[in-house]
């Protein structure tokens, strides 16, 4: 299961450390969201992290900071119509857009899959249709977007995520609210691992 990691809206001081702790650890993709900073202010920021990291960073605001400075893609908000650039993403809350989308990106951020751990009172409707969304996944072919779980997600949930047929699972409650963030991530990311150890065992 791949496990993507979204910034902190506002600065953070233990942020570009915790950065450089989980890309160390291996991982692929980070996700800067930064609503109300200026592009300037995006672009001073991230020119100061090393060059080696940019593949690995998707931006949610300012996108032409991304080829300018080498970023790794792009990533659009539920309500925008792609295609999208090519391997560039997008947020998605609703049943009949994800599949529409399932072939315009490269891949798709789904949720709220559980109650959010970061927006209170933000989580899953009571009726919303679980059996409709495992189907939609389980129907997927080659070129389809790799869609991961958002909203929520701690190590105790991807077992649900799996079982539901998503790809893996994007993260920043469960490691921004906890003391080390790069010991939270490490525990999400053992977690999956063990999960795709036994998928692969059965």
């Not at 049943?95 to 209170?120: E, M, Q």
């Not at 009172?121 to 939609?136: E, T, V």
């Amino acid at each position: 299961m791949q496990i993507v990691v979204i910034s902190p809206e506002s600065a953070d001081s233990r942020e570009v450390p915790a950065m450089e702790g989980f890309f160390s650890a291996g991982l692929e993709r980070y996700h800067v969201r930064k609503p109300t900073w200026s592009r300037e202010a995006l672009e001073a920021w991230l020119e100061h992290l090393p060059g080696a990291w940019r593949p690995r960073i998707i931006i949610h605001h300012h996108h032409a900071l991304a080829a300018k400075l080498g970023l790794g893609s792009t990533h659009d908000p539920d309500g925008e119509w792609g295609p999208g650039p090519l391997g560039s993403s997008r947020s998605c809350h609703q049943i009949d857009t994800l599949r529409l989308l399932l072939r315009l990106y490269g891949s798709l951020l789904f949720g709220p899959v559980f109650p959010s751990l970061s927006k209170s009172g933000y989580g899953p409707a009571a009726d919303f249709p679980w059996d409709s969304l495992k189907a939609i996944l389980g129907e997927r072919t080659e070129g389809d977007a790799r869609v991961l779980a958002i909203g929520g997600v701690t190590a105790g949930g991807l077992a649900r995520c799996g079982e539901l047929g998503f790809d893996g699972a994007a993260v920043l409650g469960a490691v921004w609210n906890e003391q080390d963030p790069v010991a939270a991530y490490a525990g999400i990311r053992g977690a999956a691992a063990k999960l795709e150890a036994s998928r692969h065992a059965a």
